[in-house]
């Protein structure tokens, strides 16, 4: 574990996230967050985009994918209604000899290192905990440490986001931090083609038909104002050829249409709801 010591305190500092996200369409949405981190003069300062949308639409892909893009490592820190100001700055821990060994969270590595920091699902924390968080998403680009005592500036090439879901927050955030929390970024359901990319980058090992029925369910839910997500499709499919691989039931051919049928509602149903089952029959794919 790297270590960096700081007004005579040693930090251990965390490891970034290595995860197989991978952003597929909507190019659009990758340059905007780019842009947000841009910095074009020596007073100027990169944004702190916040990426809205309703659960499931890939906030957390689209960040992880941008600063991955942007040639830095990503710090994924997921916010609850519990995180303490100490949990997204520095922890203290016991240490094997008994001595208190400060460990920095994914934000401080970041922030040390120079790479990106995500917090996903910001709305879920508190206003005590964005609070801890102001210095560093304006031109200070600084936090203190109360329990190490110490103040921790960011390096120049840090970058921060934070991604909503669009839904009733646990927590409303005030004026000053939504302020920080700038641009906006909203992320929508795809088309039918993206979706099916990622439906497919997501299942190389699904028969295309399933994806094909997946993603017609997914479009007709979008238009009918639904909340089904791309991630909702993904667990259908994906259930749907863990049942037929149980059943050791071959999936192609004409022999197998009914049996496939059957395994989308059943999957549509368990995963989502009996409406989410009902949009299969709606299409044709009843049993």
């Not at 016991?94 to 401080?108: D, H, Q």
């Not at 994806?211 to 104002?225: G, I, P, S």
């Amino acid at each position: 574990m790297k270590t960096t010591t700081i007004d005579g305190v040693e930090l251990h500092l965390s490891e970034p996230d290595r995860v197989p996200m991978n952003w597929v369409g909507q190019e659009e949405l990758i340059t905007q967050v780019l842009a947000a981190w841009l910095v074009i003069d020596p007073e100027d300062i990169p944004l702190c985009p916040r990426l809205m949308g309703r659960p499931g639409v890939g906030k957390t892909t689209l960040a992880y994918h941008a600063g991955r893009a942007s040639g830095r490592s990503v710090y994924l820190f997921q916010a609850t209604m519990d995180t303490r100001p100490e949990d997204l700055i520095v922890t203290p821990v016991i240490s094997e000899n008994g001595k208190i060994k400060y460990m920095a969270s994914g934000v401080v590595s970041a922030m040390i290192t120079g790479n990106v920091a995500v917090i996903d699902e910001g709305n879920r924390m508190s206003e005590k905990s964005w609070a801890s968080l102001a210095p560093l998403m304006d031109n200070r680009r600084y936090v203190e440490s109360v329990v190490a005592g110490i103040k921790i500036k960011a390096d120049p090439g840090f970058r921060l986001c934070t991604t909503m879901n669009d839904d009733a927050s646990t927590f409303e955030l005030p004026e000053y931090i939504h302020s920080r929390l700038q641009p906006q970024i909203y992320i929508d359901f795809p088309e039918k083609e993206e979706e099916l990319q990622i439906l497919k980058r997501n299942l190389p090992f699904a028969d295309q038909e399933i994806l094909d029925y997946v993603a017609t369910f997914l479009q007709a839910a979008h238009e009918a104002n639904e909340r089904y997500s791309v991630r909702d499709g993904i667990n259908i499919a994906r259930y749907a050829v863990k049942r037929a691989a149980a059943e050791e039931v071959e999936l192609s051919g004409d022999a197998s249409q009914n049996r496939l049928r059957h395994y989308l509602l059943e999957a549509a149903a368990m995963i989502l709801d009996k409406r989410a089952s009902d949009y299969f029959a709606a299409m044709g794919h009843g049993t």
